[in-house]
């Protein structure tokens, strides 16, 4: 049998793995990419995806309910929500055609798309199914594996429930439990939401404070420092024991999510021995492993779970594989919670800067006076943290609904290592959300 | 295959260099360990050898650019092999243009080298005075970062100029950067000459013992040479005007008071509090004086006035085991003694050796005011006093 040969192989088509190859066809390199699943990976198909399409379309829902309540003119008649039909829809007519089209961008780049699961068995060949693939360089994007303890469901099949369960059961406080506590809370189920240690942990106190304040509010019940040790099936209901400082406790619910459970798919390295790092893969700043022609990116690397994060290690990983030179830096990653509320976390905490030893200056502004925010049903709080030394911003946090319009923002300003004046001197839009950025430094100029 | 040629690391310092030329053009046939190039950095020059065999297909960084450590100038290969495109845009720094040729009148500046670095570097880098053209840009396309500043004036405090490693750095205390101030300006300013004698100073050892119990019960302060001198040296200074002088606006002024310094050392430093109008003060007045001023001098309490007016200094290293050594005057003034240590020597006394306590006494002083016998004259002069026991005993009274 004669095996295919390429001067890259991307194996694992989510964030990562697409960005990957696409680069590597950019940069003109012969590209295969294998995927047993469908392109987009977990991010576009069971994530990110469903999940934001979701939360956007409720929140658009309740904007035009808020504007038929408080009397702007708009009549409605019965506004009634079929989830289990809406997830179905955003499926067929987001989800898939998404992932349709990224199979053409890349195809038309000529990467060679190979269903199929991939496994190495050298540090230059692969196979895929019965196909035999010779490589020069391979970047390996396989993601994580979730999975629930005791039969609880990963949160990466919240989409395929055919009942919007009454009670549910969430574990997990970090961005993508929140975000699935925060759906279920909107289609009016009771929300249990379980975390061993504090919620959203490495975000900033405050934005934590806002965020637990507002789904407290909508009723979610909240259980920090508490750890599930058990799931009982009794019948239809699940039974969830857990441990709190208070002592044992147990939750009756319809469903179960664990959004906490998950380990890398690293069984894809087969043949090649790869150094690890706690379990994960280790990479180097250029994203190399300890195999020099094999790259990884994306959550198999252990890095914060974001697509964001998987989206800029596919490019570097990509760039590198096709001769370039490029380090990654995640001194600005921004934490990213896309719920209701939204919220994010770009570099550095109030309480992290004055544990580094900055002078720090806090500059706070809400939404509540910003006139595009009133129009998009947007709300909440932004915090800068800034170096009242040399005016450097250090970090951007913000909470509230729709919020995360302005991660971008905080991405940029802090990726740049700009300073407040230097932010004060741009030409930001009015009317803009994004203008409160100016509303809030102005207060910590130091010119 | 293709070898990328990235600028070498010719030496821990080294953060880049500058190609002075390609010995290879492009398309050429190149052997491994081959004279490829050669690049220059602050400190030398040197040819860099081939690291692979084949054609030069590609030069990245022309010659006269000055590229960071590390960056890619080069690919080797084989005829018509395909070069990776270039991701990241080869960080050159355009050197300085060519200065402008000899028979243009009006030289024009050299175009600054653009630098491109974050908005928090350039805002740090200014309140830290440091040229960011000196930093090597870790970031996107070269771009400069916080960090590499912060590294850079890590690195500035972690090297000498010459890139010597520093175990410690010691920042400059005020006082230490006065008198680092005030050395060189003096050195700087003034023609300094030190002459030295080596004398027995038995009548003054004989002296301070027959007065210290009458000095320890007056004023219940154990006395030291340091008084002593001090009035010996006024006492002779009388004679010789020109020591006790300044040089000023081209008029040599002769001093009509006679102030004697005494350096006392402190922590890092040393101050030189001044007893005034010495010749006219008692020995038990100037040991009170001196008393007070040292312990002021080491609680660092002494006041502007107790440090100024000094016409004339005497610097003692003589507990510290020295025997001669050079002095700085300290300006305005013209002329400095130093005291080494009392040390019990062969001498030659009437014909015969004997063994004697001896003392050196360096003088430095001004040549552009004082000639060398002027100095030898007033350093004969305290000698001659010193030696002369009914002199001494008359200048040292108690009161
Ligand atoms: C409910 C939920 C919500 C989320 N929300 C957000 C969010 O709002 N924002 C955000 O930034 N992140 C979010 N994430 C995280 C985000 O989905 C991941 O960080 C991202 O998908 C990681 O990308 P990846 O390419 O590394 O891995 P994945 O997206 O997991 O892709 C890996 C791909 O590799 C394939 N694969 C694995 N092994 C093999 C093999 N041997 N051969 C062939 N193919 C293989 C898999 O089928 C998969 O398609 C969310 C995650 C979940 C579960």
Same mark, same amino acid.
């Given at each position: ?82 989830? %289990? ?177 998950? %380990? ?16 994960? !893969? ?77 002078? %720090? ?71 803009? !959300? ?9 207060? !910590?100029?130091?010119? | ?58 030069? $990245? ?38 200065? #402008? ?64 490693? $520093? ?126 001023? #040292? ?26 085991? $020295? ?51 002027? #100095? ?24």
């Amino acid at each position: 049998m004669s095996a295919k040969e390429c001067d890259l192989l991307v194996i694992g088509g989510g964030p990562a793995g697409f960005w990957a190859g696409l680069v590597g066809a950019i940069k003109g390199l012969k590209t295969i990419l294998a995927e047993e699943g469908p392109l987009g990976g977990t991010c576009l198909n069971r994530g990110c995806v469903p999940l934001a399409v979701f939360l956007n379309y409720i929140s658009a829902l309740r904007l035009v309910k808020k504007l038929a309540d408080e009397g702007y003119g708009v009549s409605l008649k019965d506004l009634t929500i079929d989830a %289990v039909n809406m997830f179905k829809s955003i499926k067929s007519k987001v989800v898939d055609p998404l992932s349709g089209s990224m199979r053409d961008v890349l195809e038309n780049l000529g990467v060679e798309v190979i269903n199929g699961r991939a496994l190495l068995e050298s540090g230059n060949s692969a196979r895929v199914g019965s196909e035999v693939i010779k490589f020069k360089r391979a970047v390996v994007a396989t993601g994580l594996r979730w999975g629930g303890i005791n039969g609880a469901m990963p949160p990466t099949e919240f989409t395929d429930i055919d009942e919007v369960p009454s009670t549910v059961v969430v574990i997990g406080g970090n961005a993508f439990g929140l975000g699935i506590a925060s759906a279920f809370s909107l289609l009016g189920s009771e929300v249990i939401l379980v975390e061993d240690g504090e919620l959203l942990s490495g975000f900033d106190k405050e934005i934590v404070d806002y965020v637990t304040l507002a789904l407290l509010e909508r009723g979610v019940r909240i259980f920090t420092n508490a750890k599930v040790v058990n799931i009982i099936n009794k019948g239809d209901i699940k039974e969830t024991h857990l441990i709190n400082p208070e002592g044992e406790l147990r939750i009756s619910s319809d469903e179960v999510i664990d959004a906490s459970t998950y %380990v890398p798919r690293n069984e894809v390295f087969g043949g090649v021995s790869v150094r690890l790092k706690g379990g994960y !893969v280790a990479v180097d700043e250029y994203l190399r492993t300890s195999t020099p022609n094999i790259y990884a990116a994306g959550d198999i690397t252990g890095n914060l779970p974001y697509a964001h994060v998987a989206i800029v290690q596919g490019i570097i990983a990509g760039l590198n594989a096709s001769g370039g030179n490029l380090r990654i830096n995640y001194k600005a990653v921004p934490k990213y919670l896309y719920a209701y509320p939204d919220a994010f976390s770009a570099g550095l905490t109030e309480a992290e800067a004055k544990e580094l030893g900055y002078e %720090v200056a806090v500059a706070r502004q809400s939404l509540t006076s910003n006139a595009l925010a009133k129009a998009s049903g947007s709300e909440g709080i932004i915090k800068i943290v800034v170096d009242a030394k040399y005016g450097g911003i250090l970090g951007i946090h913000g909470a509230g609904v729709g919020i995360s319009e302005l991660i971008n923002e905080a991405a940029i300003l802090l990726g740049l290592e700009s300073t407040s004046d230097a932010v004060l001197a741009t030409f930001l839009a009015h009317p803009t !959300v994004g203008e409160v950025l100016r509303e809030a430094l102005i207060q !910590v100029t130091k010119s | 295959m293709v070898t990328e040629v990235r600028m070498p690391k010719l030496g821990l310092t080294m953060t880049k260099g500058t190609i002075k030329k390609w010995l290879k053009s492009e398309g050429d046939a190149v052997r491994k360990g081959e004279p490829l190039l050669i690049i220059e950095t602050e400190k030398i020059t040197s040819t860099i050898e081939a690291p692979a065999s084949g054609y030069l297909i590609k030069i $990245v960084a022309q010659a006269g650019s000055t590229v960071p450590v590390g960056n890619l100038i080069a690919y080797i290969g084989e005829m018509g092999e395909q070069i990776p495109s270039i991701t990241a845009a080869p960080e050159v720094v355009p050197t300085q243009v060519a200065p #402008a040729p000899p028979e243009r009148v009006v030289a024009r500046p050299a175009a600054p080298a653009r630098v491109r670095a974050t908005p928090r570097a350039r805002a740090l880098a200014e309140k830290e005075g440091i040229d960011l053209s000196q930093v090597a840009g870790s970031g996107p396309g070269g771009l400069i970062t916080e960090d590499d500043v912060l590294k850079y004036i890590e690195g500035i405090k972690a090297r000498t100029k010459l890139g010597l490693r $520093v175990k410690k750095s010691i920042p400059l205390t005020p006082l230490r950067a006065t008198i680092a101030e005030r050395m060189s300006e003096s050195l700087r300013t003034m023609a300094q000459v030190t002459i030295m004698r080596e004398e027995d100073v038995s009548k003054l050892i004989k002296l301070r013992e027959e007065l210290q119990p009458v000095i320890e019960k007056e004023v219940g302060i154990r006395l030291t040479y340091t008084p002593m001198l001090i009035k010996a040296v006024a006492e002779v200074l009388k004679e010789h005007p020109l020591i006790n002088s300044t040089l000023e606006d081209n008029e040599i002024k002769v001093i009509d008071e006679i102030n004697v310094g005494f350096a006392v050392a402190v922590d890092h430093g040393l101050v030189v509090p001044v007893i005034k109008n010495a010749d006219k003060k008692s020995l038990k007045d100037i040991v009170i004086e001196c008393n007070e001023l #040292a312990r002021k001098a080491r609680e660092g309490t002494l006041s502007l006035d107790d440090v100024s007016g000094g016409t004339f200094t005497i610097t003692n290293l003589g507990m510290y085991g $020295v025997d001669g050594f050079t002095p700085i005057i300290n300006p305005p003034q013209v002329a400095i003694l130093g005291v080494g240590r009392i040390i019990s020597k062969p001498a030659v006394v009437d014909g015969r050796v004997d063994v004697r306590p001896l003392c050196t006494f360096s003088l430095t002083f001004d040549h552009r005011v004082i000639d060398g016998h002027t #100095a030898a004259q007033f350093l004969d002069g305290l000698i001659k006093l010193l030696g002369n026991e009914t002199a001494l005993r008359e200048v040292l009274r108690v009161s």
